[in-house]
């Protein structure tokens, strides 16, 4: 019969992944523009023409008519303006029209603090966090207290790490991914033999994140976590987190 | 059916819109089949375990101004959800809104441009959506919003129901004219 003491003894934590989604829509790759144009070809050939589309032929008709000198010319109908100078004009508008710019302040100097950066790309929260006697770049991370749900105990988490200035909206009450990690032997206190870390999703509203310890935090993009975290721990984050494309 | 509305100062732009998802739906238990570990282990221990919770009719409501993009985000959605698991119960389009836009001089009332824009409406309706699998799907559905597509998650309410259906005027008008002359009659007494 087992007994409760042979089981290991896990630390439950919450960690929150708090992503900034992208602003502008990224570029598309080679497949995405392909099919794009397949599927732009198609839904021309299969649509019926449009409004636009049969004045254009009718005004060729007034045209053909009016040269051709025929009776029942209706010069009202002919003297108003054209499909195709509206047309025309509507193209000069939006060469006109200036669009914002891509590449933000933060981007051409490199300032990874801000969520103000990479306006094409999707932002995660990373910050350094103290692990036994290690200080680590992870995603913030905190332990459950008992009484409390486990969203709870993320949503606490945050507002300790980053303050509560930070406005983010949590999806769902039930985690999204998962790590399981062993403390090293010369740190296993109280028979816990490591610590199960739930992960939670939440998505970047508004807000400045500050923290009483004025510690470094920094809005990575997902190239930059593959780098910056460590490896197995990379692993189970990117796992919930969505594909980039380009 | 179609409103105008007529708006002033309307900038035109490219970027994804991603709209506020609300927070606590209230959710309902599911009846699931639960099944034993081992034979003889007593009914009462599996009944005493907490039912999963599932919310019940939800609706995703994308609006855009390009129809094309935007039925192919609703089939895009529809996939994931069945893809997922998750029960799609009906998927239907509301008539457009048409709206009038005009953009004035700065400082000014004259004209500069005007334009007709039509704001088109899809709505995707998923059932017993479990409780575990909602962040997933609203987190997808926010992905593959196209730009100048919106998306509006909430509860399907009797209002939302009523909006697809067009008003029998007559009946309607004939209602009016009997509170008009007084009200209807008092249901007679059945005869014994």
Redo the contacts between chains.
Sequence with gaps: MRGVSTKLQWDIMTGVCVER?????PPLNDMQKKYKEL?WTM?VEKSLKSDHEIRLENDKIQEEMLKSDSRDVDLDAVSKITGQDFEDAANE?LAQ?K??SIETEADKKGDKTTPERCLQRHLVLVAPIKLGSDLKTILPQGKWAEGETLRQTAERVLTECCGPELKV??????P?GFYKYKYPPGEQKGGKVGAKVFFY?ASYKSGADKNPDKAKFNWLTRNELTETLPLKYNKSVQEFL?EETY | MFSTKVLSLVKLNNTLKIHRIKTVVPLLQNNIKRHKNDLHEPDYLISMEPDEPVYDCLNLQLKGYDFALLESCQAEIHRFAEVMGIQVDECWATPAQQLKVQRFKPKGTVVDAEYNLNVYERNVQVVDVPAWALGTLLRVARAILPEGCSLNVHEHTVEHEEIRYVPDNELLDLKQQLEDMGGSRPEKKKRK
Excluded: D, R
């Design positions: 989604l992208p602003i502008v829509t599927l839904e508008e029209f669009f914002g909206q949590f999806i769902s009450n039930a999204c999703y969505i």
